[in-house]
């Protein structure tokens, strides 16, 4: 009985050694703490895009046409014109403009003057300012009634203009405007009196042969109008 309560005691005492060797300690695993950036999202200021809609840009929309009242420049003493943007680029465009004006005067031998001109434009600019570069052609046309001949008077003058001009013009519809100088030369003379028209034109032509050039003259050019 006493070999039989030894031999349970070493048997406990094994149990126990065994037990505390075989125990696992779990640690609780640690996890990172993932620190989420946020990053700022690109976006496009007021101001950006304000500037965007207010350029010209190829292939997209823009204010083309414009009607405008002109002050001297190719038509003397004014005209009032249209003018087509033909081109949809961005920095450069080309526009062709046509013009002109039509005035009587009854109480001076029922003078009559006419004008028509037409113009090609070279315009440079993104936005609302822009240099303007144009050649053309003029034609004026006059009638009064000679009291010492007794009959109505015709004359006609053919030219050719060239202009520069700042102009202010919004990519969108806006008012319009510009101020720059016009060159006109003088191409030839007609009139229904043979003689006027021949001592016109020598004039014209014996300057040219003389001087190298006809006679031309520049004056200053001012426009105002709506491009829509």
Do not use: C
């Amino acid at each position: 009985m006493k070999k039989l309560f030894t031999i349970v005691l070493v048997l406990g005492f094994l149990a126990t050694q065994v037990q505390a060797q075989t125990k696992i300690s779990v640690k609780p695993k640690t996890t990172k703490e993932t620190s989420t950036i946020t990053r700022p999202q690109t976006t496009t200021s007021t101001k950006a895009q304000a500037s965007n809609e207010e350029m010209r840009i190829k292939g997209e929309k823009f204010s083309r046409n414009t009607l405008y009242l002109n002050v001297l420049g190719p038509s003397i003493p004014a005209s009032f014109n249209y003018e087509r943007i033909i081109t949809k680029n961005g920095l450069i465009n080309v526009a062709a403009k046509i013009g002109g004006f039509y005035f009587q005067f009854p109480q001076y031998n029922e003078l009559k003057l006419a004008n028509a001109s037409f113009e090609f434009n070279m315009l440079v600019g993104r936005k609302s300012h822009l240099f303007v570069m144009g050649f053309g052609w003029a034609g004026y046309y006059g009638q009064w009634y000679s009291n010492r001949q007794e009959e109505t008077r015709n004359y006609g003058i053919p030219t050719s203009t060239f202009g520069m001009h700042y102009r202010f013009q919004k990519p969108s519809h806006g008012m319009f405007f510009q101020v720059g100088f016009n060159s006109t030369t003088l191409l030839g003379f007609a009139s229904d009196d043979l003689v006027e028209m021949a001592i016109g034109n020598a004039v014209i032509y014996g300057m040219d042969l003389i001087f190298g050039k006809k006679p031309s003259f520049t004056v200053p050019s001012i426009g105002i109008g709506y491009s829509f």
